[in-house]
């Protein structure tokens, strides 16, 4: 679906919090204990994050009593609540009877709670029992999830609508992200809503949603005390809603980019560059993109406020299809790893910045082993230079040392492919399994630019111990872990040895340069990945 420049503008839905920040939306924690002593505990914590109000998930607890407890709960919060009893037909766990359920979330508001949310399938029913005698400090959310998909913008429209029409105060919707894609339909439906919407999209790959609903004038957003123990699938924590993406700062005028790649959640990039960003005082926000198709993302994705993206495996070759114009070094690799949208025009920019990070290290590792200076010739010209892999980076690298000077030989898992790349460059080839036996010469370099031995497969190595003995310099495109399988046994072989780190540092550089128009605060990257 094409969305175009849809996602330009903010909907001005507003809300009653004290602004701090450049967005009304509101960070709300779901509380999810077994004991009312616990839910006090968690919501004391949640104050104490910077949350703006709490969901207390009442299908959570063990055994309740429920004047009592929602007592207990409204009186001991130092938040305003958000009351949620959600039944297992709507995802939740109460099993019990519907009216005993409804009679609670009635009970909820008239001892003071400041939302209650009502499942759309009984809210016309809920509505009509109270008799219009809703407390004026009670907001009900009326709620739709959808743990299948995300329906058409045309359905969701329709969807709103009818949630509209039971009464609603607060519209919320939660769909499941089946593509990236989907989430742009939700940013649609928010942008244009003349009623305050909470638009969220499950899984990993609606994470986008729950960052972007600050730009886009979403209701509230849910943000876990802890990693991993979420009410709904894909939400991030408080601490990393506030701090790694800068939420409260995030506002209609924000520029957005990414990582697109798949996998994607282990990488560091979102961390670095927000930290650069915050300290330069830029306006942009750097996300996780779990992209399964590159040209769909970039269609769908098409106003001027998706910026700029770092593109990684498997993506970065599909890559160079999808710009309008390619730099003419990417162009002989073959890969990007940096795209650029022009905001006069929306064309997109490809650009290879990861060989210039590599090359550089390795030419560092080997003058530090020599005690080379950094003027004359390069330390890799005569070298043969191995390099594993025949993706994007395997292409950035021996391009690089190609041009470096440096014979070059490809192993790849599957010969044919090491064979087309060592052709395109001029370079030989050999099949990964015939690389423990390759002993030419010694002193070679090894470069490693495949995912073996990347979290969670850290025990794994792509080469034997025994034929590191032959490299005076291993150099791995992985930097988690840090010290890979790979780099630990090439110490212990005696070479010297250069971690994805510093490649991953050199090439953000160049892109942090590319997306902000503003030099790259080289100390506060390193600082930041030393941490790491």
């Known amino acids: 679906m094409e969305t175009g420049n849809v996602l330009l503008a903010s909907s001005g839905a507003s809300v009653g919090r004290v602004e701090t920040g450049k967005n009304p939306t509101l960070i709300c924690v779901p509380i999810m204990a077994e004991s009312v002593e616990k839910m006090v505990v968690d919501m004391n914590k949640a104050k104490a994050s910077g949350a703006d109000l709490v969901e207390i998930r009442l299908d959570s607890l063990n055994g309740f009593s429920p004047r009592e407890d929602l007592q207990a709960l409204i009186t001991q919060s130092a938040l305003p609540t958000l009351f949620t009893y959600r039944p297992k037909w709507e995802g939740g766990q109460y099993d019990g009877d519907e009216n005993e359920r409804l009679d609670v979330l009635r009970l909820a508001m008239e001892l003071g709670a400041d939302y209650i949310d009502v499942e759309l399938q009984v809210a016309r029913e809920f509505h009509s029992s109270i008799n219009g005698k809703k407390p004026e400090k009670c907001k009900v959310i009326v709620s739709s999830h959808n743990y299948q ?60 949603s729950r960052v972007l609903c600050a730009k886009f004038g979403g209701f509230l957003t849910f943000g876990t005390l802890e990693c991993g123990i979420v009410s709904a699938p894909g939400q991030p924590t408080i601490n990393d809603l506030l701090n790694l993406y800068n939420f409260r700062q995030l506002g209609p005028d924000t520029k957005v980019f990414g990582i697109i790649g798949k996998p994607v959640g282990h990488s560091k990039s979102p961390i670095l560059y927000n930290e650069a960003f915050k300290s330069v005082g830029f306006n942009g926000v750097y996300v996780h993109l779990l992209v399964d198709d590159v040209a769909k993302f970039l269609q769908t994705y098409s106003s001027c406020d998706f910026t700029g993206f770092s593109c990684t495996i498997p993506h970065k070759e599909a890559a160079v299809k999808c710009c309008d114009e390619v730099d003419p070094v990417a162009k002989s690799i073959g890969a990007v790893n940096c795209i650029i949208r022009r905001q006069s025009d929306g064309k997109l920019f490809g650009y290879n910045t990861d060989y210039v990070g590599a090359i550089s290290a390795i030419e560092d590792g080997l003058r530090g082993k020599h005690n080379i200076s950094s ?20 292409k950035a690298l021996a391009y690089g040392a190609k041009e470096k000077g440096a014979r070059v030989v490809i192993a790849n898992r599957t010969y044919d492919r090491a064979r087309e790349l060592a052709d395109t460059i001029g370079a030989d080839a050999l099949s990964l399994s015939d690389l423990d036996d390759f002993r030419p010469k010694n002193g070679m370099i090894l470069a490693n ?10 025990d794994e190595t792509p080469v034997s111990k025994n034929a590191l003995r032959n490299y005076s310099l291993v150099f791995d495109a992985i930097y988690t872990p840090k010290i890979t399988r790979l780099l630990r046994e090439a110490e212990e072989s005696g070479a010297t040895t250069v971690s994805g780190l510093e490649m991953f540092i050199g090439q953000a550089y160049e892109q942090f340069e590319r997306f902000t128009g503003l030099p790259a605060p080289k100390e506060l990257f390193r600082r930041t990945m030393s941490k790491y």
């Open 149 to 208: 998909s995300t329906p058409s913008v045309e359905a969701l429209g329709n969807l709103v609508a009818k949630i509209q029409a039971t009464g609603a105060d607060i519209v919320k919707i939660a769909t499941t992200a089946l593509d990236i894609t989907d989430v742009a339909r939700i940013f649609q439906i928010t942008v244009h809503s003349q009623v305050p919407i909470i638009g969220l999209v499950m899984g990993e790959r609606g994470l986008i």
């Open 375 to 394: 003027s004359g010739s390069s330390p890799l010209a005569g070298k043969l230079f191995v390099v594993i892999g025949a993706g994007g980076a395997g």
């Open 449 to 458: 630019t495949t995912s073996i031995g990347m979290q969670p497969k850290v």
